[in-house]
């Protein structure tokens, strides 16, 4: 395709996402390269998914990234089916013969910070296969001295071909204690050498809402980074878990339609009730209620002041078109995550270049 490699590190911005039909439709249809050259996804095994068709999914979202020159961190510590190592071994067997355009083959591998020593020898064995280093992901509120002397044995990589990844899933609110909490966990990484990135990630999307209509939730994740580099973190970068929940939930397909919306210092959410039954709206329509509930969400978002206009990515195009009358299989639960997540990506890149 022609574009520039973006090497492993350089990236301002980080973005975690599950391998579900939303996240990968936003990324499969991403187009632009722009998007993803100051940001770098991180795509996470799905526990309980069907095997082979998730790993066909995460072929394809690799490939896709490397197509604009971004190799993808790849986290299967959940994946019952394969286990952590062997999940991202098959991954890169299956593209072992595909010449890429980053010099390796698309991915950086994942090692969570709760991987026993066999994980981490075999995570360690794939990230120097790859080239490309690895990933240390933390999510325990306290990290000692001899916790990370472990992980840097495992692995037998240095500090400078690592990410480190401090994450602290969801946040509602900053507090001193939170902050603390994080800074503590960097400067004890820190103190065995400075690695090739360290990202604060963090979601402040809640798991249910209560509201319908229109309005506004602070980022609290944005906020939360600001608050660690105001204190010192130089270099920290920002992460976040896209536009859902980072706590996966139990699937159950809701009765309202919501667009989660990244706007400068806040979420704009537009959400509506499904009606149940056709009459409920007194209009005639050979769609389905779910799909002309969507519509009327990205109405919502269309009119506000916050929307960044149909060119801004593919999904702000998406969201017009449902809002205009265009636009087809609106029914479908994946399409307000695809097209938020679409205009998430656009957001983090334009923040990168602001």
């Not at 013969?97 to 794939?126: K, W, Y």
Request: proline share 5%; charged share 25%.
């Amino acid at each position: 395709m022609g574009t520039s490699v973006v090497q492993p590190g350089d990236f301002t911005a980080l973005v975690a996402l599950r391998v579900k039909e939303g996240e990968l439709m936003a990324i499969n249809n991403a187009n632009r390269a722009a998007h993803f050259r100051p940001v770098q996804p991180l795509l996470q095994f799905e526990a309980g998914a069907q095997a082979e068709k998730q790993l066909e999914d995460v072929i394809t979202a690799v490939r896709t990234l490397n197509g604009f020159g971004r190799a993808v961190m790849l986290d299967a510590s959940e994946d019952a089916a394969f286990g952590v190592a062997g999940a991202l071994g098959e991954t890169a067997n299956r593209l072992a013969d595909e010449a890429d355009l980053s010099g390796h083959r698309g991915f950086i591998p994942v090692a969570r910070c709760d991987a026993n020593d066999r994980q981490l020898t075999m995570l360690g064995e794939l990230c120097r296969e790859l080239g490309a280093g690895g990933v240390l992901r933390v999510r325990e509120p306290v990290v000692m001295a001899s916790t990370v002397e472990r992980l840097l044995a495992g692995l037998r990589l240095g500090c400078e071909d690592l990410d480190l990844i401090v994450d602290l899933q969801y946040v509602p609110k900053v507090t001193s204690a939170l902050t603390d909490q994080a800074g503590e966990i960097i400067r004890t990484f820190a103190a065995f050498g400075p690695f090739r990135s360290t990202t604060l990630l963090a979601g402040s999307v809640p798991g249910t809402l209560s509201h319908t209509k229109v309005w506004e939730e602070p980022r609290i994740e944005e906020e939360l980074w600001h608050a660690l580099v105001a204190a010192g973190a130089g270099g920290l970068r920002l992460g976040d878990y896209g536009v859902v929940h980072p706590v996966p939930g139990d699937g159950f397909r809701a009765k309202h339609v919501t667009l989660r919306y990244t706007c400068w210092d806040h979420w704009l959410y537009s959400r509506e009730r499904i009606p149940e039954r056709d009459d409920e709206t007194g209009l005639a329509s050979t769609e389905p209620p779910r799909a002309r509930t969507f519509r009327a969400v990205c109405r919502n978002v269309v009119q506000s002041e916050d929307y960044s206009g149909p060119g801004f990515s593919w999904g702000d195009r998406a969201i017009s078109d449902a809002a205009e009358g265009r636009g087809r299989g609106l029914g479908s639960s994946s399409k307000p995550v695809a097209y938020a997540t679409s205009h998430h990506l656009a957001y983090l890149a334009s923040r990168a270049a602001a």
